[in-house]
């Protein structure tokens, strides 16, 4: 039997492990001391009991406890606190835990309670391995073809019939992180918050569509919405999540030829749609702000209202950016507007009012003198010179 110890205070976790070891030298036991570690040792270990302090840093016991049910269904969880409020234990009873013990913990009583799960987990197995392991077997066989599919590669002989049966309509939501640092923990997070809302209110599955997206497709019970399991699902993902991230979803799809367009589409959707994020944390503040700024450059931004975005003091925000980018707010506004404006005068059907107007300048003489202050020419002398070396090129090619 496989038992994993989370707390963050090392003499507890070793001293249970000591205990443990000199009752119970045939169980293995594994040693965490964060939700992060914990998490990945689930993962890697078959393990039978967890046994997780409360107040821990970042993550706390029971959070762990209710995002890892879903994936893990079959752990047993105790929960050991210093607190003996009885709102913790009334939590940690409601999620599912086995037990609540108070530190210190007696050895006899930690004694008895590992006894009676192992009894427990003995029983459970006589009775569901056999079933269990079919049930996973077909769970993950479908998720693979699935996945498959949605790249348009090809499934082999394996008959699509018994999906459609399953899933005579559906709907698709994707995930999509926004982070150059490897997102493993928070891969995990989305799976099992999507994961437990379609169990909840419907049926369907969680798969990984690539390293920083996830697909989840949900056939919702009578009278429940996707956009409000959508909702629900965006409320817990800023507050679990540290990195930006997007949520997009489909229209009812009753064909699953369908499938690889729609994923298509909401691919080709996230290159507009702002990331949500997380309220603290300044470097992913800013990325949210830049990524706000190249999709609403053309319209009427301002320091105020972009900082109002990512939920920070003008004042502070307007430093912080400058401190990242290594350009003030304006400049940067301005320098973006100024490149896309160089892109569209190389159209030579768009007037010069229609380019100032598309990059957020309403009025076309400030434009040009912004565009020569910036660049030492006007917009039309650019034009100009380069629509003429273009058709210059053009006649010494004919």
């Known amino acids: 039997m496989n038992i994993l110890i989370v707390d963050d205070e090392t003499v507890i976790r070793e001293g249970i492990q000591r205990t443990l070891h000199n009752r119970f030298p045939e169980h293995a036991i594994h040693l965490a001391a964060n939700a992060e570690q914990a998490v990945s040792l ?11 302090d409360i107040l821990m840093p970042g993550m706390n ?30 939590e940690a009873v409601r999620l599912g835990a086995k037990d609540y ?19 427990e987990i003995a029983k459970e197995n006589e009775l569901m391995e056999e079933a269990e392991l079919l049930k996973v077997n077909r769970k993950y066989l479908q998720e693979a073809v699935f996945q498959r599919w949605v790249q348009g590669l090809d499934t082999g002989r394996i008959d699509m019939a018994p999906f459609m049966e399953q899933y005579p309509y559906f709907y698709l939501i ?19 918050v999507l994961l437990e809302l379609i169990e909840r209110d419907g049926k369907g599955f969680v798969t990984v569509h690539d390293s920083k997206s996830l697909l989840g497709l949900v056939r919702p019970n009578e009278g429940t919405t996707v956009a409000g399991l959508v909702e629900e699902l965006r409320s817990h993902l800023v507050k679990y999540l540290k990195v930006p991230f997007q949520i997009m979803s489909t229209e009812r799809i009753e064909h699953i030829q369908d499938v690889p367009a729609e994923v298509q589409r909401m691919r080709q959707a996230s290159t507009t749609q702002v990331y949500e994020h997380h309220a603290s944390g300044s470097d992913r503040s800013v990325e949210v702000a830049l990524q706000y700024i190249r999709t ?11 900082a109002s975005i990512v939920y920070l003091n003008p004042v502070y925000f307007s430093q912080l950016f400058k401190l990242k ?12 507007r100024l490149e896309q404006a160089k892109q569209l005068l190389l159209n030579p059907k768009l007037k ?47």
């Open 174 to 192: 994707m995930v999509k992180m926004e982070t150059d640092k490897p997102v493993n923990l928070e891969n995990f997070i989305i799976e099992n």
């Open 101 to 119: 013990l108070l530190k210190p913990i007696g050895k006899d009583v930690l004694t008895d309670m590992i006894r009676k799960l192992g009894e």
């Open 352 to 398: 010069l009012a229609d380019v100032a107007e598309r990059i957020g300048y309403q009025d076309m003489r400030h434009f040009s003198q912004v565009f020569r202050k910036k660049f030492g020419f006007t917009p039309s002398e650019f034009r100009q010179e380069h629509t003429g070396n273009k058709a210059d090129t053009l006649l010494s090619r004919e």
């Open 325 to 336: 980018t290594g350009q003030g707010f304006k400049e940067f506004v301005i320098n973006l």
């Open 42 to 52: 689930l993962r890697s270990e078959e393990i039978d009991i967890v046994m997780t």
């Open 296 to 306: 609403h450059y053309h319209d009427d931004l301002s320091l105020e209202k972009v």
């Open 61 to 90: 016991g029971l959070e762990l406890m209710k995002m890892s049910r879903s994936r893990h269904p079959h752990v047993k969880w105790v929960v050991i606190s210093a607190y003996s409020e009885f709102s913790y234990a009334q």
